[in-house]
Nanobody, 127 residues
Framework: QVQLVESGGGLVQAGDSLRLSCAASGRTFSTYTMGWFRQAPGKEREFVAA????????NYADSVKGRFTISRDNAKNTVYLQMNSLNPEDTAVYYC????????????????????WGQGTQVTVSS
């Protein structure tokens, strides 16, 4: 079992930055891939970014490449999503997720590939 708790969401203006955090517990954190997803009202959940267990490999959706950065601190069992240059299209509920069964270097973009999910944190970007 893995428990995930996100924090850091909020209401910001276009062009601002936010950093989301996701604290994990229950298994050895460095052994599994972590991902961030988001879901806007009326839309499907979409991949944002993923990071390997060691932190050495990352993957990003094209829509956030160059603006968002995923990182992890395995000593703190926490994964982060630094979001810069936010725009209204980034408004969504953001979820962190853990893929505990795939090899730790695999960075899947598909939500069914993740086994555990946090409760989500709302990010709202006003124009």
């Amino acid at each position: 079992q893995v428990q995930l708790v996100e924090s850091g969401g909020g209401l910001v203006q276009a062009g601002d930055s936010l950093r989301l955090s996701c604290a994990a517990s229950g298994r050895t954190f460095s052994t599994y891939t972590m991902g961030w997803f988001r879901q806007a009202p009326g839309k499907e959940r979409e991949f944002v970014a993923a990071i390997s267990g060691s932190g050495g490999n990352t993957n990003y959706a094209d829509s956030v490449k160059g603006r968002f950065t995923i990182s992890r601190d395995n000593a703190k069992n926490t994964v982060y999503l630094q979001m810069n240059s936010l725009n209204p299209e980034d408004t969504a509920v953001y979820y962190c997720a853990a893929d505990i069964f795939s090899p730790p270097s695999r960075l899947t973009e598909s939500p069914p590939g993740y086994n555990y999910w946090g409760q989500g944190t709302q990010v709202t970007v006003s124009s």
